[in-house]
């Protein structure tokens, strides 16, 4: 939300101005119980609109993605949470991107990636 004036026959009125505002923050894993915890605390609630998850996907040498099963199980629960609060989850994938492959590989492998594990 923000706030403006306008003039209305030589009065300044304020105006409320409705904006959509998004708020992610990042999670890991690692760390997914405190996550968890401030997620599920009613002090945050409807602050956060969603989550950019590190959870072990990263980009291959190939062009392909890569996950760490590991590190993906481990924000499960995450996950579960985020749903459970109707909040986004996203997961951010790591790596430096393959500058010398067709793109499309790494599109191909997200949308296989996405329909595999339901994100």
Avoid at 2 to 23: D, I, N, P, S, Y
Avoid at 57 to 64: D, I, K, M, P
Avoid at 73 to 102: M, W, Y
């Amino acid at each position: 939300l923000f706030f403006g004036a306008r003039m209305v026959q030589g009065e300044t009125k304020q105006v409320l101005h409705h904006q959509r505002r998004t708020v992610m923050a990042w999670a890991s894993g690692t760390h997914s119980a405190a996550a968890i915890s401030q997620l599920q605390n009613a002090s945050w609630a409807g602050i956060i609109d969603g989550i950019q998850a590190f959870c072990g996907v990263s980009f291959s040498a190939n062009g392909q993605l890569y996950v760490n099963e590991t590190q993906w199980n481990s924000c499960l629960a995450l996950r579960e949470t985020c749903q459970e609060q109707q909040i986004q989850f996203h997961v951010v994938i790591g790596g430096k991107v393959p500058q010398d492959k067709d793109p499309q590989l790494g599109v191909d492998a997200a949308i296989a990636l996405s329909k595999k594990y339901r994100i």
